[in-house]
């Protein structure tokens, strides 16, 4: 399977009114990192997704998803994302086991 994975970092950053500055600083990140994020020139680590899911306190689905191709909808649109959309079964259910998330 190949595709992009997307997220709302943006979208949720602006709702929670931080800047990007601010957002660096709680997940511990420079700036330019938040940046070159929300302009999608690179997908997080599995560490980093893990504390942006934290800082925001949501699912991973919330805000990821997996883009397959391009009738995905963009994670800005206000298309909702279904469970097959988003994040594979594996990953659910890792990322559910995982202890410092409860």
Known sequence: ?????????KRFRTREGLTQQELARRL????????SLEQGRYAPSL????????????S????FVLRQN????????SHSITRRESAHPRAQIYLR???FLD
Request: proline share 7%; net charge neutral.
């Open 28 to 35: 511990g990140v420079s700036r330019q990192t938040v940046i």
């Open 70 to 77: 391009d009738s995905t909808p963009s994670p800005d649109s």
């Open 1 to 9: 399977m190949s595709g992009k994975i997307r997220h709302r970092l």
């Open 60 to 63: 991973f689905e919330e805000m």
């Open 97 to 99: 086991n995982l202890p």
């Open 47 to 58: 560490a980093l997704a893990i504390r942006i899911i934290q800082c925001f306190d949501c």
